[in-house]
Structures are given as structure tokens and as C-alpha cells.
């Protein structure tokens, strides 16, 4: 049987490697294709994605990552964020991460582990279905706050931050903008925000792990554009609908029914 937390460190190892291979913005940023998902791949994306899949490769998993889209037919899928705020990496701003998440299926639903490792902070975050999160094996126990002091935007394309920022006016008091979803959503699962949301359609690379973390936490999370529930979310690069998540289910909807004013 294989040992999931085994095999996120060691691609963690692995990640580590590339960073210190490719040390400079110079290295890092260089455009050398485009990804499946849609975005372009720079020199860190594919070097870190490459040292990944070549972890997992070998295992009986089929693998769901950003550049390659999916590899491999196993019924376990592995859905893979090399490097999960990569314009934080590339410009040397220390807030991203590696987002690995394993699942029993091929929705949202069927993610039965989550794994996050921070860059910057050195923070490690585990899920497992049914056994609650930890933060560097301790469980996570505070809760964010049942109004919102601290809101996370991510999808930050300044055009969108004019377009949403005014929708939230009285329902959020101060906004972040840090760069890295899958480590917002994390954040809130500690209660160091008060709820996240994206502004554009959030892909499964960016959520499917820290997800998780929400959820074990007892906290809400909604994919508000899709009338169908959260569990139902494909396992895929399609960026389908933007995503909202609170301490409590009636913030989220609080939240989401705000940005689709």
C-alpha cells in the first residue's frame, strides 16, 4: 500500500531540488511552452512539474497536473500543483507551495488525502477524509471569525480586483492578496483569514488538496458558478467556476452571493 505522506515529501525533496537548480528570476521566468490548463509554462513550472510526475509516475495512479493535464489510467488520481503561486516563485517572493492530492475517484468528493508544503514558511499541511487537518502534525483548532475581518482575493488580475472589490464593501473589512490559493484556503482552515475567494474559475490543481483542509476543519466551501454540489467538481483542468469559502456555510453564501451581484 503506498504511503501518500511518503511520497508528498519526498516530491517536496524533489521540488527543493529544482528551486535550488534554478535560484534566479532570470532562470525561473523564461516561457518554454504552454499548459494544458491554459497558462504558460515558464522554466520553474515545467522543471518542478517534470521532477514530480517522475515521483509518481511509476505508481499505479492516473496523474491530473497543471502543464501535462492527465498521464496514466490507474484508478487512484493524483491530482498535482507543482508549485502553486508560481509568480511568487519566479519574482523570489517567499509564498508558494506544493499542492498534491490523492483521490479515490475522479470528483472532488473522492479526494481522500491533501498535502501542502510551504516554500516560504516551511509549513507542512495534511488532510485525510474523515480524520481531520494538521499544521506541522498538530490539529488544526482555531476558527476564523463568523464576520469577515480578513479576505483573501485570489485570481488577481487587477481588472477583476476593480471589477469585485466594490461588492464586498460592508461585508469584508480588510482584503489580502497573497498569491497562492491553495495556501489561502489553508489559512483559513487555521483561521488566520476569515474567508478566501477567487475571482476567476478555480481549477482542481488549485483546490483539490486544500479543500480538504476546509472541509476537515468543518468550514464551508462552494464552487458558486456551478449549480451542482461541491463533491460533483470534476478532477480536471477546466477552470468551471470561481470559488468561495468562510468559517460558516451562510458566509460562503453571504460571500458568493456578493461577487455574483
Known amino acids: 500500500m503506498t504511503d ?21 528570476r532570470a532562470e525561473r521566468e523564461p516561457v518554454v511552452g504552454q499548459g494544458l490548463g491554459g497558462d ?26 497543471e502543464e501535462v493535464g492527465r ?8 491530482v498535482i500543483d507543482p508549485i502553486d503561486g508560481s509568480l511568487n516563485a519566479k519574482r523570489g517572493i517567499p509564498f508558494f507551495s506544493v499542492s498534491i492530492a490523492v483521490a479515490d475517484g475522479d470528483r472532488m468528493g473522492d479526494v481522500q488525502f491533501g498535502y501542502v508544503y510551504d516554500f516560504g514558511s516551511g509549513e507542512e499541511w495534511i488532510a485525510r477524509r474523515g480524520e481531520g487537518a494538521t499544521l506541522d502534525g498538530a490539529p488544526l483548532t482555531v476558527r476564523p471569525k463568523d464576520t469577515i475581518e480578513i479576505l483573501s482575493f485570489e485570481a ?53 488538496a486544500a ?37 460558516t456555510a451562510a458566509l460562503c453564501r453571504q460571500l458568493a452571493d456578493a461577487l455574483s451581484a
Request: glycine share 6%; hydrophobic share 50%; net charge negative.
Open 4 to 24: 501518500w505522506l511518503e511520497v508528498c515529501r519526498a516530491s517536496v525533496d524533489d521540488v527543493r531540488h529544482v528551486l535550488d537548480e534554478l535560484p534566479t
Open 40 to 65: 504558460e509554462t515558464t522554466a520553474i513550472d515545467k522543471a518542478a512539474e517534470d521532477a514530480i510526475v517522475a515521483r509518481f509516475r511509476d505508481l499505479d495512479v492516473a496523474i491530473v497536473s
Open 71 to 78: 498521464l496514466g489510467d490507474g484508478r487512484t488520481v493524483v
Open 156 to 208: 488577481t488580475l487587477t481588472s477583476l480586483v476593480a471589477r469585485d472589490a466594490q461588492k464586498v464593501v460592508g461585508l469584508a473589512h480588510r482584503l489580502r492578496i497573497m498569491g497562492s490559493l491553495a495556501l489561502s484556503l489553508c489559512h483559513l482552515a487555521a483561521g488566520r483569514v476569515d474567508a478566501v475567494c477567487s475571482l476567476k474559475g478555480a481549477r482542481s490543481v488549485d483546490i483539490a
Open 211 to 247: 479543500q480538504l483542509f476546509v472541509r476537515e476543519s468543518g468550514f464551508a466551501i462552494e464552487l458558486f458558478d456551478d449549480v451542482r454540489s461541491f463533491d460533483e467538481a470534476e478532477l480536471d483542468l477546466e477552470g468551471r467556476s470561481r470559488v468561495a469559502a468562510a468559517g
